[in-house]
C-alpha cells in the first residue's frame, strides 16, 4: 500500500503518527506523501478537512481514514488506543469505504473566475456591512436576502456550522444541499424565509448581487479575493471516499457529541 500520514500538529498526535509510521513501514508499506492511495489523517474533523483539501488534485483515487485524537470525531473511527488496527483493517479490506459528494462554486469576480470546493459547507459573508443578496434555487427567484451571509452546506456538514446556525443534521445516507441564513434581518419592512432549506441534490443555488466587501468561505478557508459579482453552489460530481468501520454508529456518535455531556459519557460507556 501507498500511505501518507496526515497528521495534527499536537504532541498526542505526533506520537501516534510516530509509532504508525515505523509499524506502516516495518508491515512492508510504502510512505507516500505525495500521491497515496490511503491517508490516514491524526486529529480531529478539523485535520480531516485539511487533510482533503491537501489532497484535493488526487480526491478521486485517495481513500482517506481516521483516528481520533481531537474534540469532534464524525470523520474518525479509530481511537488511539486501537490505532494499529488500521493497518490490518486496510491489509484485510475488513472496512467500507462511502463516498460523499463535495460542495462545488463558481465565483465570478468583475475581473476573473474562481472555483472552490468544500467537504462541509461553502459561505457567501459580508462581516462589515449588511449583505444584500438575490437568492435563486435554479432559475426561480427565492428571495432578496439582508443580514450577515448564506451558507450552503452538504451532508458532511450538517453537523457543523450549518447547526450552530439553525439548520437541521442529516442522516448521512442521504444526499441533499441545505441552505442557512446567517443572521437574518427580520422586520415589517425586510423579511427572508428565516428557516433553513433542505433541497435536493439536483439543485443549484445562485447568489447574485454586488458585494464589494464580501467575502466567499469554504470549511476552514476563504478565497483571497473579495467582492464577489455571483456565485453558483451545488454538489459535484467529484467526491471523497471516506473509511468507516463496518460497526461504525452514526447516531451514536451524534448522541455522544451532541446530547451527553463529558462525565454522563464515561458510565453510559
Do not use: W
Request: glycine share 8%; aromatic share 10%; hydrophobic share 40%.
Amino acid at each position: 500500500m501507498q500511505v501518507a500520514l496526515y497528521i495534527r500538529e499536537d504532541d498526542d498526535s505526533l506520537h501516534i503518527g510516530r509509532i504508525l509510521r515505523g509499524a506502516l513501514v516495518d508491515a512492508g508499506h510504502q510512505i507516500d506523501e505525495e500521491h497515496p492511495e490511503y491517508v490516514i489523517f491524526i486529529g480531529g474533523d478539523g485535520t480531516f478537512l485539511r487533510a482533503v483539501h491537501h489532497y484535493i488534485e488526487d480526491i478521486k483515487r485517495v481513500k482517506f481514514i481516521g483516528i481520533h485524537t481531537g474534540t469532534l470525531g464524525f470523520f474518525c473511527d479509530y481511537e488511539p488506543e486501537n490505532a494499529l488496527q488500521v493497518i490490518t483493517d486496510l491489509e484485510q479490506q475488513t472496512i467500507t469505504a462511502k463516498s460523499y459528494r463535495l460542495l462545488e462554486a463558481h465565483v465570478d469576480f468583475s475581473d476573473h473566475k474562481e472555483t472552490v470546493y468544500g467537504v462541509n459547507e461553502i459561505r457567501l459573508e459580508n462581516p462589515f456591512h449588511t449583505l444584500i443578496c438575490d437568492v435563486h434555487i435554479d432559475d426561480q427567484f427565492l428571495e432578496t436576502f439582508r443580514g450577515n451571509g448564506l451558507n450552503v452546506a452538504g451532508v458532511l456538514g450538517s453537523s457543523g456550522y450549518n447547526k450552530s446556525l439553525g439548520g437541521a443534521v442529516v442522516e448521512g445516507e442521504l444526499d441533499a444541499l441545505q441552505l442557512t441564513e446567517i443572521a437574518p434581518i427580520s422586520s415589517n419592512v425586510f423579511r427572508s424565509l428565516g428557516s433553513s432549506l433542505l433541497l435536493s441534490a439536483k439543485r443549484h443555488i445562485h447568489f447574485k448581487g454586488r458585494f464589494p466587501e464580501a467575502i466567499v468561505g469554504y470549511d476552514y478557508a476563504t478565497l483571497p479575493t473579495h467582492g464577489p459579482i455571483k456565485m453558483e453552489v451545488f454538489l459535484s460530481d467529484l467526491r471523497v471516499q471516506l473509511y468507516h468501520q463496518n460497526h461504525h454508529a452514526y447516531f451514536k456518535t451524534m448522541r455522544e457529541t451532541f446530547v451527553v455531556d463529558g462525565a454522563k459519557k464515561r458510565v453510559l460507556r
